[in-house]
């Protein structure tokens, strides 16, 4: 009973802080895309091509990583075997566009908000699908 006990809270802490995760990168990239400048209107070449690379990273969030977030939280919660599956690739999300943007962030030697904002998200992503992969059984 007591293993069970432990595999429900995991299961249910994954799927709470995938719904957490998706409503931080909702409300961040809205609040994003309101107050950053359209790229046509920046001057230096630079600015201009990290500033697209910015909204294509913002798009793609919103296009793929919320919406299974959404997914991973709420079929994961109620043990749907597509709640799993959302969970995994999300987690995968994270450790691809982490690694995307550690590797500029570092190299330009500027961590931004987003990063510092993210990256328990990107941290907790490691162990949560170690954990799903564990349990797997249970959804398949």
Not at 6 to 32: C, S
Not at 97 to 106: A, D, K, V
Request: net charge neutral; proline share 3%; hydrophobic share 55%.
């Amino acid at each position: 009973m007591q293993n069970q006990e432990i595999t429900d809270f995991g299961i249910k802490l994954i799927a709470t802080v995938n719904g957490i995760a998706a409503l931080l990168h909702l409300g961040f990239w809205i609040f994003a895309f309101l107050r950053l400048p359209r790229p046509s209107v920046v001057e230096t070449e630079a600015e201009r091509v990290d500033l697209i690379v910015t909204y294509g990273l913002g798009v793609a969030d919103l296009l793929w990583s919320v919406p299974l977030l959404i997914v991973g939280c709420f079929w994961l919660y109620n043990g749907r075997e597509i709640g799993w599956l959302a969970a995994q690739m999300a987690n995968v999300l994270y450790w691809y566009s982490f690694t995307f943007i550690l590797i500029r962030e570092l190299n330009a030697k500027s961590i931004r908000f987003g990063t510092l904002l993210f990256s328990p998200f990107a941290m907790f992503s490691l162990w949560a699908a170690w954990y799903l992969w564990q349990v797997r059984t249970m959804f398949y």
